[in-house]
T-cell receptor
Framework: GAGVSQSPSNKVTEKGKDVELRCDPI?????LYWYRQRLGQGLEFLIY????????KSGLPSDRFSAERTGESVSTLTIQRTQQEDSAVYLC?????????????FGEGSRLTVL | EDQVTQSPEALRLQEGESSSLNCSYT??????LFWYRQDPGKGPEFLFT?????EEKEKERLKATLTKKESFLHITAPKPEDSATYLC??????????WGAGTKLIIKP
């Protein structure tokens, strides 16, 4: 497809379990971002990948959160030992270069519910 | 601390009733201000980039303006399909993108 693809679209898990969320960016986009959006709130930055540079992990809320990206393609966000406060929509975005233009292309998100 | 505040939180308008959404910001060295539209269950969709005070951008019934402290998204003669949450984000001097919480716009036919 032409857009950013995320899977799963919905995930319900039990507290303490690990989850993996996947993002397939637009082909050719060097920059990839993960955000968290809680209900009725703005986007909370998690992590940013740009080409082969070291990722900016400054937004990851705890060491339970980690993300990887294979080259300039797929990225996986992993949340270990999930907690109820992790419940949110996790959005992935990609852009052709960096943030200068502010034009990010978002996927539809992965809605995570931790029971 | 850099901050972006959007108001109102929600706005209900009749079809054809023009109004404005506000995005006020406090950032160290604005590199750009961006408006996005988000429909329920979808990711945000880019609308505009504004770089300097006095700049304006238009797209259909939407016009975005920028001053040194705030941006307005003016909506003229809105239609029900304009109903969405409108998000504002600013890029600061450290290339950090800071998002507002959004304004939920509802246009009633």
């Amino acid at each position: 497809g032409a857009g950013v693809s995320q899977s799963p679209s919905n995930k319900v898990t039990e507290k303490g379990k690990d989850v993996e969320l996947r993002c397939d960016p637009i082909s050719g986009h060097t920059a990839l971002y993960w955000y968290r959006q809680r209900l009725g709130q703005g986007l909370e930055f998690l992590i940013y990948f740009q080409g082969n540079s070291a990722p900016d992990k400054s937004g990851l809320p705890s060491d339970r959160f980690s993300a990887e990206r294979t080259g300039e393609s797929v990225s996986t966000l992993t949340i270990q030992r999930t907690q109820q406060e992790d419940s949110a929509v996790y959005l992935c975005a990609s852009s052709l270069t960096g943030l200068n233009t502010g034009e990010l292309f978002f996927g539809e998100g992965s809605r995570l519910t931790v029971l | 601390e850099d901050q972006v505040t959007q108001s109102p939180e929600a706005l209900r308008l009749q079809e054809g009733e023009s109004s404005s959404l506000n995005c006020s910001y406090t950032v160290s060295g604005l590199r750009g201000l961006f408006w996005y539209r988000q429909d329920p269950g979808k990711g945000p969709e880019f609308l505009f980039t504004l770089y300097s005070a006095g700049e304006e951008k238009e797209k259909e019934r939407l016009k975005a303006t920028l001053t040194k402290k705030e941006s307005f998204l003016h909506i003229t003669a809105p239609k029900p399909e304009d109903s969405a949450t409108y998000l504002c984000a600013v890029l600061d001097s450290n290339y950090q993108l800071i998002w507002g919480a959004g304004t939920k716009l509802i246009i009633k036919p």
